[in-house]
DNA sequence: CCTATTAAGTCAATTCGCTTGACTTAATTA
DNA sequence: TAATTAAGTCAAGCGAATTGACTTAATAGG
């Protein structure tokens, strides 16, 4: 009665995880090539013509799909291609900055149908919040203009902010200790009566990359991001790795030496809250994307000077997750503009050795990823679609 | 016709899919808690009755349960347990070093049933993998002897050796080049008739750690493994995570600056390598095992100066682990005397702040684990064993 | 031009494993 | 001794994939 059952298992599955399993993985299939015929998607699951043809229908009789008009090509009956219907389903992404929140709403392919931002206070959630909320009420009047019954293919809520949740001692000056500590999840949960998801920015940037951008289809990358702290986002086995409490891949604070001297965090050193300090810019100032942009541009030598220093810094970090994780390719993303972004990447070239200097490679070592500042916020959003709709295991198993 | 279908999909699943999750589910509820009645496996792993019911008649006729006595608890029916026959199934392990080979066979709930070790030449394969073979031959008799109808439940072969594979430029003083580039899992596999599985040593380790060790029913693990060189092996949601190349964890080749100059891979200066180095050792010597042991009890001042270097790279090794993964602990297993694995966790402490520094923890940021010798062999023999009854989403999926 | 071949896709019956709900058994409690 | 609680069985039902024959519609080749 009382007792919590200690038995720690897995949870088992039926026929009901058995369908929903090859639902996913059929949208996967359409949304990783486009549009297949039901034969293609057959040969593609394994599944039988027949199993194809029955969740085919199911997927149009909900809108999630649509046929093209058939094609021929060689002998036999020609096919019909489908393909996904892209205002399937909708989703609110929603990127927390230390003064800064942007919302979008995203659909099933991760096209960005609406978008908002707004200033935000520091340090007063509960008046963010309100400010929060005021743009997500104002992004779904949007999208109900755009799109008839479109509430009703609301998946959820995700929300991007910078990590790591749950410190004992949060460092005041580098993180957000009282958006960290407010029940965000909860509040926004209650003012929008959506499903709501937290993870931190890097992991949101790592969702960008992998649905529609330098990871799209590849299952072990590793997202470098720098923002105003730097965090990696990992893609693993094909999806999402967060650690046992949410923080993986919050290297900020990575000491970068084995002494305890001289051993910096590698946040205060290649991250662009360093670069505005080596400037003496305020990071609230406005029109400071701008003003980076137009100095990289310029080349600008105490811009290069803290290039330099960083790159050396980033090179090691990459040396590093290369080592660790073995992914397929690593990815630098960043908010700065584009144009500072390059030249990171370019100073961070040649790369250190490491085990991912292998004979034959299919991607780069390193490769740019967006600088698109709208990123995080995407990635946010993707991340309800990718829950409600990616193929993953524990969307087979029963409720968990 | 010729053409390689280009589509990228995951495999569907079938009802086949959906029973073969639900007996590892059950199999794995039963390895984890000893013994459980019917009702409880139900509970545990929200099937209904009637289905474990089912499934447990099914692994009874398979001989892979059996039921114990009935127990009476309070009002209602008294329950049956059922717990796993150990002798149910067996695999064998096989730990590959730098002149010496040690073979094992392990049963289902990983009991070590034979063993048998030998010498073996560092750069001549060929002539390594016959001495293999009878080593094999020998504990496949041994098993034959004590279990009639063993043969049939030997569900395979796993291999652990000293990673990297598959590297452009093996280091040839710090690995094994001859072994890592011969075709071993064929040659074994031909040699056999068993499936034949390869992993780095890190990774048997953690495998090891998971079903008998501090690891057991954690899902987010590291176990730094220090031998002849150093390793991590990772769990991270509850499978053992092997990267792009099958070379994650490979952290000995990590360089410890982020500077050229200067850094050198943690390897050369936390493994038992550097210490034979640092006391001037022969690796090949025999009784070196007993040695050391005796110099860490003696606390040898040459010893415990390497020590002192050692855990402070150590250290740091644990504070970036800790900051990558966000697991819920770190093990330090080492192939070194238990003496002299104690003499580095302790000056491993007090270990360096970072995220796993958290007011709540149920586990402990760092412990020991085993320091058997045997341990790497059983790891190995561990794997095939999960691959054949541990829930995972890919014994979900059809063929592939 | 006509026929054979190839391939997409449907139809209808079947199978298989989990679910459902009623029922039996056997203990404790009042 | 009767009520209650819980384990476990029985038998019918259901849902989703499978199977194999069939239909449709194109191209290739004689």
């Given at each position: ?73 060689g ?142 289809g ?9 923002g105003?702290?730097?965090?990696a986002?990992?893609?693993?086995n ?41 400037l ?32 050396s ?8 997750i ?79």
């Open positions: 009665m009382h007792d919590i059952s200690p038995i720690r298992a897995k949870s088992g599955t039926n026929q009901e995880g058995t369908s929903a399993h090859n639902r996913r993985v059929m949208i996967e299939a359409l949304r990783l090539n486009g549009a297949l015929s039901r034969a293609d998607l057959a040969r593609a699951t394994q599944l039988t013509k027949q199993a194809v043809s029955n969740i085919i229908e199911d997927l149009e009789r909900d809108r999630l799909v649509v046929a093209l008009d058939a094609v021929r090509k002998r036999g009956q020609p096919f019909t291609p489908y393909r996904l219907v892209p205002e399937g389903a909708f989703a609110i992404g929603l990127q927390i900055d230390r003064h800064l929140t942007r919302v979008v709403v995203v659909d099933l392919v991760g096209k960005v149908i609406a978008r908002a931002e707004a200033g935000l206070p520091f340090d007063e959630p509960s008046a963010g919040v309100r400010i929060i909320l005021g743009l997500v009420d104002g992004v779904r009047r949007k999208l109900a203009s755009l799109f008839a019954q479109s509430e009703r293919r609301l998946v959820g809520l995700g929300v991007a902010m910078p990590g790591p949740f749950g410190l004992k001692n949060p460092d005041n000056k580098w993180m957000m200790p009282a958006w960290q500590q407010f029940p965000l999840v909860e509040a926004l949960a209650a003012g929008t009566g959506l499903d709501v998801g937290l993870q931190n920015d890097a992991a949101a940037c790592a969702t960008a990359e992998r649905i529609v951008g330098a990871a799209h590849v299952d072990h990358a590793v997202c470098l991001y720098v105003y702290g730097i965090a986002g990992l893609i693993l094909g999806e999402l790795y967060s650690g046992g409490n949410g923080n993986a891949g919050e290297i900020g604070m990575a000491l970068l030496a084995p002494a305890g001297s001289g051993s910096t965090p590698l946040e205060h050193r290649a991250s662009l809250a360093s670069l505005y300090q080596h003496g810019l305020d990071p609230t100032e406005r029109g400071l994307y701008e003003t980076l942009g137009a100095l990289a541009l310029a080349r600008d030598p105490r811009v290069m000077g803290w290039v330099e220093k960083a790159a810094d980033l090179r090691w970090s990459v040396h590093l290369e080592t660790i994780f073995d992914p397929q390719t690593v990815i630098l993303t960043s908010s700065a503009p584009e144009a500072l972004a390059r030249l990171l990447l370019q100073a961070m070239h040649p790369l250190l050795p490491s085990i991912a200097d292998r004979p034959v490679r299919r991607l780069p070592r390193l490769q740019l990823g967006t600088t698109d500042p709208w990123a995080i916020a995407v990635g946010a959003a993707a991340e309800p679609i990718s829950r409600a709709f990616d193929p993953r295991f524990s969307a087979i198993l029963k409720a968990g």
